[in-house]
């Protein structure tokens, strides 16, 4: 067990004094954070809205009377983004554990790309489940 965690976890390194990160990491956690957290704002202020929210994808929300409901149409949007920021956090994370090789790349870009191609699926989906007809 001591040979497997050691003194250093990836680019994380355990000392007397706590953790300490190179620069890379630092940067990096600054960039995904930031990121992370921006897609969590979307995320609440979706949930707390009103009026029928978009996609963030170039294409007009649709209004309150071509959704049958509002509340179930922006709670589910204001989720996807909450669940994506979490996501890019935990992707940094285990990045971050994986070390400073190629191999970090896999979960560091997979967790802010695909996401996105499901997020694409489920806001169709979504469409399909609450626009109305006509």
């Known amino acids: 067990m001591q040979e497997i965690l050691g003194n250093q976890i990836g680019n994380l390194q355990i000392a007397r004094g706590g953790i300490k990160m190179g620069a890379t990491s630092i940067i990096s ?6 990121v992370a957290i921006i897609m969590i704002g979307i995320g609440i202020s979706q949930l707390r809205s009103h009026e029928p929210v978009g996609f963030y994808s170039g294409e007009q929300p649709p209004s309150r009377y071509e959704l049958s409901d509002v509340h179930a149409w922006n709670k589910k949007h204001g989720i996807m983004w909450l669940v994506y920021g979490f996501i890019i956090m935990i992707s940094w994370g285990i990045g971050v554990i994986i070390g400073d090789n190629i191999w970090c790349v896999i979960p560091m870009c997979g967790g802010v790309l695909i996401p996105i191609i ?14 109305r007809l006509g």
């Open 29 to 34: 956690f600054v960039i995904y954070m930031i």
């Open 118 to 131: 499901i997020m694409i699926w489920y806001h169709n989906r979504l469409i399909k489940r609450y626009k």
